[in-house]
């Protein structure tokens, strides 16, 4: 199995999981926003909750950049006379 092959299938297989984990974040995120703390301790767990989910969402976009660049390294196909993409992988979300 090729490397594309094998990206694609991994994909294939979390994408779902992934976009219902962190969707299920951003409502925690949503409520951590406003919560109203009344103590000093409160106000630190909030606000460390809110960094903890930035990190998290933070690290969530990186990783969308080098997803982006593994997959377009993914689909070019290395060949003597040159290099030449495979478009054919897109996906369309409607």
């Not at 299920?24 to 409520?31: E, P, R, S, T």
């Not at 930035?54 to 290395?78: L, N, P, Q, Y």
């Not at 495979?86 to 996906?91: E, N």
């Amino acid at each position: 199995m090729s490397l594309r092959d094998r990206y694609n299938a991994f994909i294939d297989r979390h994408e779902i999981a992934w976009e219902l984990t962190f969707a299920a974040l951003a409502i925690v995120y949503v409520i951590v926003g406003f919560a109203s703390p009344e103590t000093r301790v409160e106000l630190a767990e909030v606000f460390l909750a809110n960094v903890l989910l930035t990190i998290v969402f933070a690290a969530d976009v990186a990783a969308v950049g080098s997803v982006i660049a593994r997959h377009i390294g993914a689909a070019v196909e290395r060949r003597p006379g040159g290099a030449t993409v495979d478009l054919g992988r897109a996906k369309t979300h409607s």
